[in-house]
């Protein structure tokens, strides 16, 4: 059992399973609305994933900006990442995200 909690502690300390993973992707816009996170690690369980924009350029400063950015679909190995501009003015934008562990993670017992 120690060895067995002892590897499990190795994996999450090396980051091989478990860790937190952050970076950023981008210039996203309208005609690239997508992206995919592939993550370097595997988590045991679909992850939290955390974004926010960067580097926003506008394509008239003087109208208004609205979009959403959302993970739209998240796995133990990548998530999806889609940008919606509801303006119709965001030129491009860059996204910055964390991904961790999900408190849903499964427990060890002994």
Known sequence: MNRRIAALEL????????????????????????????????????????????????????????????PTQINQKQATITVTDTSGNVASLHVSYMVCPSNSAFAVRS
């Open 11 to 70: 994996n999450v300390k090396t980051g091989a399973v478990g860790g937190c993973e952050s970076g950023v992707i981008g210039p996203m816009s309208a005609a690239q609305n997508t992206a995919v996170l592939k993550f370097k690690g595997q988590f045991l369980t679909p992850p939290a994933v955390s974004l926010a924009t960067s580097d926003v350029v506008t394509s008239d400063p003087t109208l208004p900006v609205n979009y959403q950015i959302r």
